[in-house]
């Protein structure tokens, strides 16, 4: 419920400063990968384009909502933005491109079967996290992530969208 009203805080700050800035602008960042499963097998390609789908899935069920834009932002300009990857960087690369919100995103691969996901969004102006989820899903297939990623989307979604007086299309 505090991040719920914390959300809400953000988003009337945007729409009071006018309508031109009434959208919240989400740069939804690139999903990373943490695997201590001690798994013999390489999956790192599997992984890669697992991370890809979900990021891109996030930005674009986010993206379709009233009062809301998102930009999906690759690795390659994170990196190239951002070497060190440290998080005032990335901050400063979000705010240059006009978002108000960072949806980051990590998926933790606890063993063969368990596999976790914390997702953050974060305002670029107070640098607080104000909407926060963590979420297990079991095995590590394609159709498992997809079923994580829609799930997750469903989540911001509801979250965001429960939450905040964003404008509706004319």
């Known amino acids: 419920m505090v ?10 700050a945007l729409v009071a400063a006018g309508p031109a800035s009434a959208a919240a602008v989400i740069a ?16 790192k390609a599997d992984h890669d384009r697992r991370q890809r ?17 998102a930009q999906i932002e690759t690795s390659e300009a994170m990196h190239a933005g951002c070497p060190n990857n440290d998080a005032e960087c ?3 690369l979000a705010r240059a491109k006009n978002a108000t919100l960072i949806a980051v995103t990590t998926v933790h ?10 997702t953050r969004l974060v305002d670029t102006q107070s640098n607080r996290t104000i909407w926060a989820r963590d979420l297990s899903f079991r095995d590590d297939s394609d159709e498992s992530w997809a ?8 989540e911001i979604h509801d979250g965001l969208m429960t939450s905040l007086p964003l404008r509706t299309p004319n």
């Not at 991040?3 to 009337?12: C, E, S, T, W």
């Not at 695997?35 to 390489?42: C, G, L, R």
């Not at 691969?109 to 996901?117: A, C, D, G, P, Q």
């Open 90 to 92: 990335q901050l400063a």
């Open 147 to 154: 079923r994580a990623g829609r799930f997750l989307a469903g």
């Open 109 to 118: 691969k606890v063993s063969t079967l368990i596999m976790n996901v914390v």
């Open 3 to 12: 991040a719920a009203r914390r959300v809400m805080i953000a988003v009337l």
């Open 28 to 43: 939804v960042y690139p999903v990373s990968f943490l695997d201590t499963s001690n798994e013999q097998a390489d999956h």
């Open 53 to 69: 789908s979900m990021s891109t899935e996030m930005a674009a069920a986010l993206g379709h909502q009233p009062g809301v834009s």
